[in-house]
């Protein structure tokens, strides 16, 4: 795994070589009339120029799709339309992105501050570097100024991924080249298609990988991986098999690292958090 360090070219915002970068921003939604807004002006105010945001709506039913249309000038790209779930969306989007570099904000989620993008154009400005993903916060869905998790990543190494590791994808972006070569979402994991992916990624084919040790994403409790014991239960065993597909032999004990390896975020606060 290549190594790169964080210089301040790198973080300070566009130069001569991101002036040209294109970042796609796609956003798979479902029914998220309360949610969508947010999500959408927090794309539309990051203050890098050049940002595809595409909406993949998966015919909504419930108001989503007129709050859509009200931002329709700032959204690049829109389609409306019966899909398998949010990983189908997702791999809609992709195959719809233009950009030199993909991310995924979900909606129900937004950025952090409105620097976000320029932060990864310059991170990503370094054409030895493949990806790079961030930290992320968890907020409460009713009260989102009240941080409830904290997920604090880290600088990728082998053997992460056995213990439950993987990047908040919410905050992974990655060159559309990677997409390219190596696909999307497998549908075969509705819960965890986004854990099977970064691993492949990182784990099997080895892409050169960038933390930066910031928060990029705020997101709202509630998804469908973590919305109920149940679904953190199906999630874990989905995540396993993904690990078995690609790691041989690994133990069933492997959905029990995964669980304990999330007890730290619950009980950990971001600087910010314990200042304000």
């Given at each position: 795994?290549?190594?790169?360090?964080?210089?301040?070219?790198?973080?300070s915002?566009?130069?001569?070589?991101?002036?040209?970068?294109?970042?796609?921003?796609?956003?798979?939604?479902?029914?998220a009339?309360?949610?969508i807004e947010d999500t959408?002006l927090s794309?539309?105010n990051q203050?890098?120029?050049d940002?595809?945001?595409?909406?993949?709506d998966?015919?909504?039913t419930d108001g989503?799709?007129g709050v859509?249309?009200?931002y329709r000038?700032?959204i690049a790209?829109?389609?409306s339309?019966p899909?398998?779930?949010?990983?189908?969306?997702?791999?809609?989007?992709l195959?719809?992105?233009?950009?030199?570099?993909?991310?995924?904000?979900?909606?129900?989620d937004?950025?952090?501050h409105?620097?976000?993008?320029?932060?990864v154009?310059?991170?990503?400005?370094n054409?030895?570097?493949?990806?790079?993903?961030?930290d992320l916060?968890y907020?409460?869905?009713?009260?989102p100024?009240?941080?409830?998790r904290?997920w604090?990543?880290?600088?990728?190494?082998?053997?992460?991924?056995l213990?439950?590791?993987?990047?908040?994808?919410?905050?992974?972006?990655?060159r559309?080249a990677?997409?390219e070569?190596?696909g999307?979402f497998?549908l075969s994991?509705?819960?965890?298609?986004d854990?099977e992916?970064?691993?492949?990624f990182?784990?099997?084919?080895k892409?050169?990988?960038?933390?930066v040790?910031e928060?990029?994403v705020?997101?709202r409790t509630?998804?469908i991986s973590n919305?109920?014991?149940r679904?953190v239960l199906?999630g874990?065993?989905?995540?396993?098999?993904?690990?078995k597909?690609?790691?041989?032999g690994?133990s069933?004990?492997?959905?029990i690292r995964k669980?304990?390896?999330r007890?730290?975020?619950?009980f950990?606060?971001?600087?910010?958090?314990?200042?304000?």
């Amino acid at each position: 795994m290549y190594r790169v360090a964080l210089c301040a070219a790198c973080t300070s915002g566009p130069n001569s070589s991101t002036a040209n970068m294109k970042i796609s921003i796609i956003t798979a939604v479902y029914n998220a009339i309360d949610t969508i807004e947010d999500t959408i002006l927090s794309v539309a105010n990051q203050t890098y120029p050049d940002v595809e945001h595409i909406i993949v709506d998966g015919a909504s039913t419930d108001g989503t799709l007129g709050v859509v249309d009200k931002y329709r000038p700032r959204i690049a790209k829109f389609v409306s339309e019966p899909d398998r779930g949010v990983y189908d969306g997702m791999n809609k989007g992709l195959r719809m992105a233009s950009g030199d570099v993909i991310g995924f904000l979900n909606a129900d989620d937004v950025y952090a501050h409105k620097d976000v993008l320029r932060r990864v154009a310059g991170v990503m400005s370094n054409p030895h570097v493949d990806a790079c993903y961030a930290d992320l916060v968890y907020v409460d869905k009713n009260d989102p100024r009240r941080v409830v998790r904290y997920w604090k990543s880290q600088q990728y190494k082998e053997g992460l991924f056995l213990k439950g590791w993987m990047p908040a994808h919410p905050t992974f972006f990655a060159r559309r080249a990677v997409y390219e070569r190596f696909g999307g979402f497998d549908l075969s994991y509705p819960r965890q298609s986004d854990f099977e992916l970064t691993m492949r990624f990182l784990h099997v084919n080895k892409i050169n990988a960038v933390y930066v040790p910031e928060i990029f994403v705020r997101m709202r409790t509630g998804g469908i991986s973590n919305s109920s014991w149940r679904g953190v239960l199906k999630g874990n065993f989905e995540a396993y098999r993904a690990c078995k597909k690609h790691i041989p032999g690994m133990s069933p004990l492997f959905m029990i690292r995964k669980i304990l390896s999330r007890f730290p975020q619950f009980f950990t606060k971001p600087s910010e958090t314990r200042n304000g």
